[in-house]
């Protein structure tokens, strides 16, 4: 059974190397290990070690960032669009304090 973790890694690689239009193979040379071994990490069918995972987001043009888990909601929450934002990073108030 395939970990859901594990399937959504593999789903950005695919999508972020086909909008590179990358084949496999081009994306498996640049991370230095094999076209099946690749396919395996981008099906979400084989985890990969954290070296490998990092050489095949920097063929990519990725990063990898840890973060602690209570602060999931928050970073989700930036990386959402919403109607807001074309909001100002502050507004000042009528008595000269700033919102932040």
Do not use: C, H, W
Request: net charge positive; proline share 6%.
């Amino acid at each position: 059974m395939r970990s859901e973790a594990l399937l959504q890694i593999g789903r950005l690689l695919k999508t972020k190397r086909k909008g590179l239009r990358l084949t496999q193979e081009q994306v498996a040379g640049m991370a230095g290990i094999s076209r099946p071994r690749y396919r395996e990490i981008e099906t979400g069918s084989a985890a990969a070690r954290t070296t490998t995972l990092i050489n095949i987001a920097r063929a990519l043009g990725l990063e990898i960032m840890l973060i602690p888990q209570a602060m999931v909601p928050a970073v989700d929450a930036l990386l959402r669009p919403n109607d807001d934002d074309d909001l100002p990073a502050f507004m000042s108030r009528p008595d000269g304090d700033t919102d932040v």
